[in-house]
């Protein structure tokens, strides 16, 4: 929710007054895709240069597209996010049906705005930007967890999520939380009961198993998390600042795993702000800003540009 | 419009096959869509492969209920016992509704047990999507395992208070179980066919619409006085109102009342003595109606919106 908010004051600015009209005019960049919010050509703004498919990064194997973003737009609707001119009384909030001025508090965030790219087998791709440029919001648009405004995202198989709000149930053990989030994926009990062992050996959680979600520090619910989802083979897997809270050891562990799934011809996606981890993993890296594509290609490039700009 | 975009973006993928809009580019490679509502059918299928999901997210929400209060899981057995006191003493000594009814705490228990069924379950469905959002916006689902599940977990404890109530009631009539006891997981389950269906239409209409939560015990309570929970709708509409037969066949006609006159046809002997245990006609075919009409349209509806649940 914080995050939202911290979008939502963002977004505001430049949010034009006729919903209707958010779609066919976001921002300045209008007829210029992918571009900043920037004019054009100045700040140092860097375009992104087309590759040449020799120049592609070297360890991607031949191009099958495994996720390919078609002019995505997400627009989010937010609660209860009344600004300071509408205070929530019973007064304003009878003018404010009477003037007919729609749903209550409710605000919507335009949170991507026409990203497109496409996505090959054994790609790893991380994707950086600052807090409420619409990383989660695109991971979550790809997973098919949010529906698209405006435009398509188009996968292969079924894109798993993994993030820090894939909380399960806070006052539940952990042993619990492992079977239902199993059953949430779609095994069976006999997958179950064979992966549960694996499961906790691969958190590091030992005996916490036994105790309530909710007791758990939140590096120990991320490695538990994370533990659980990436149990099953996926063909794409969305892993959003899943890592943060690891300590060093199961940074590592994670990342041998990450690239068990590359290997097995699988794409991921990986949100960090730690982007020591990003450079270590990918072979690529997008970057957001507020919610349209500033620059995509090589790790260092973009990195260098992003720790510039 | 996302023509020039589309080569743009392949340009920078690679520069591969020149000018190919990514739809076609989708479906050359057999890509589909990330979020798609599969159809009818399949999405009964995929529901049926979450059962243990379902069950085992049921069961995990009444073991934490009680987690932090002392007395634990016994909360089960006390919530309902206590209940039925209330009512008791509220309905049957204060007010004094039992002047024209026979055994009438097993009159009231009955009626109340069974409507706070439907209407817990109808509570709890209204919120099923707009609580579980992050589990929503997290994993992969058939949406409509929430709402089953939370009437699943409705329906595990209704087997705990139907024990409480079977005592209560035979302590009152002291009539002991007999063959017409068997009708009685019939009846519940046609309850609870009509309960998933009506669990599952609030859930999509509470998804989108905020106030419903504030609004429902409006609503139940109004249902709870039309469904003659604690007095003879017959009675008090025609004899003491005076108000045409129809009224009270019409009300009689509402899913709870219909579940209520039924249960306490087989419960409690002297309840309706043209019929013996046998409900009339008009209840048992009411009765089956809503059941099925509620299952089928429940989940039709719910699936209609599928792929928006997310949204918030």
Not at chain 2, 129 to 153: D, E, G, K, M, V
Not at chain 2, 224 to 245: E, M, N, R, T, W
Not at chain 2, 260 to 272: D, F, Y
Request: glycine share 8%; aromatic share 10%; hydrophobic share 40%.
């Amino acid at each position: 929710m914080a995050e939202l908010t911290k979008e939502l004051s963002q977004v505001k600015g430049d949010k034009p007054a006729v919903p209707g009209e958010d779609v066919a005019a976001p921002g300045k960049g209008n007829g210029t895709p992918n571009t900043g919010k920037s004019a054009p050509g100045t700040d140092g703004q860097v375009r992104p240069q087309p590759e040449t498919p020799g120049k592609r990064p070297l360890d991607v194997p031949t191009g099958t597209p495994t996720v390919i973003v078609d002019d995505l737009h997400i627009v989010y609707r937010v609660y209860g996010a009344a600004s300071e001119s509408e205070k929530g009384n019973a007064v304003n909030a009878l003018t404010r049906i009477l003037k007919r001025q729609g749903r209550p508090q409710m605000k919507e965030v335009h949170a991507v705005k026409g990203v497109t790219f496409v996505a090959y087998h054994g790609d790893a791709i991380g994707i950086v930007g600052r807090n409420g440029s619409g990383k989660s919001t695109l991971l979550r648009a790809i997973a098919g967890l949010l529906p698209p405004h405006e435009g398509a995202v188009y996968t292969d198989g079924q894109p798993s999520l993994l993030g820090v709000n894939a909380a399960l149930m806070r006052e539940l053990t952990g042993e619990r939380n492992i079977v239902l989030g199993c059953y949430a994926m779609g095994m069976t009990p006999a997958e179950v009961r064979e992966k549960y062992q694996d499961i906790v050996d691969f958190s590091g959680i030992d005996e916490f198993v036994q105790l309530p979600m909710s007791t758990y520090s939140s590096g120990m619910g991320a490695r538990l998390r994370f533990a659980i989802s990436s149990a099953k083979t996926h063909d794409v897997l969305l892993i959003d600042e899943a890592l943060a809270t690891g300590d060093r050891e199961f940074r590592k562990k994670s990342q041998e795993r990450i690239r068990q799934i590359r290997e097995s011809a699988g794409t991921v996606f990986l949100v960090a702000h730690d982007l020591r981890v990003i450079e270590e993993t990918c072979n690529r890296v997008i970057w957001l800003h507020k919610g349209k594509i500033k620059m995509d290609g090589d790790p260092k490039e973009v990195l260098a540009a992003y720790n510039k700009g | 419009m996302s023509q020039p975009e589309s080569a743009v973006a392949d340009a920078q993928a690679g520069g591969r096959s020149g000018q190919e809009p990514l739809a076609k580019l989708a479906k050359r490679y057999g890509l589909r869509r990330a979020i798609a509502r599969p159809r009818f059918p399949v999405y009964l299928r995929q529901l049926w492969e979450r059962r243990h999901f379902i069950l085992t997210y049921a069961t995990s929400r009444n073991v934490s209920k009680y987690n932090r209060s002392a007395l634990g899981q016994l909360w089960q057995v006390l919530t309902p016992l206590l209940n039925a006191a209330i009512y008791f003493l509220m309905f049957g000594l204060i007010l004094g509704g039992h002047k024209n009814i026979e055994h009438y705490p097993a009159f009231l228990l009955t009626g109340m047990f069974i409507f706070t069924y439907t209407q817990r379950t109808v509570t709890a469905g209204a919120k099923s999507i707009s609580s579980n959002l992050s589990l929503i916006r997290a994993l992969h689902f058939p949406r409509a395992s929430l709402p089953l599940a939370y009437t699943i977990q409705e329906l595990q404890q209704l087997a705990i208070s139907m024990g409480v109530l079977f005592v209560l009631v035979i302590a009152d009539t002291r009539e002991w179980p007999n063959w017409y006891w068997l009708m009685i997981p019939v009846v519940l389950l046609l309850q609870t066919m009509f309960n998933i269906g009506a669990g599952l239409v609030v859930a999509r209409l509470g998804a989108t619409m905020r106030d419903l939560n504030q609004l429902l015990p409006f609503i139940t309570r109004t249902w709870l006085y039309a469904s003659g929970v604690f007095f003879s709708i017959q009675d008090k509409v025609v004899d003491s109102a005076g108000l045409p037969q129809w009224v009270a066949n019409v009300m009689y006609l509402n899913p709870a009342a219909s579940y209520i006159e039924w249960m306490r046809e087989i419960l409690i002997s002297t309840h309706n003595k043209q019929f013996g245990h046998h409900p009339p006609p008009m209840v048992w075919m009411s009765c089956v109606f809503w059941a099925v009409f509620a299952l089928c349209f429940g989940f039709w509806y719910f699936w209609r919106s599928e792929e928006r649940y997310g949204r918030g």
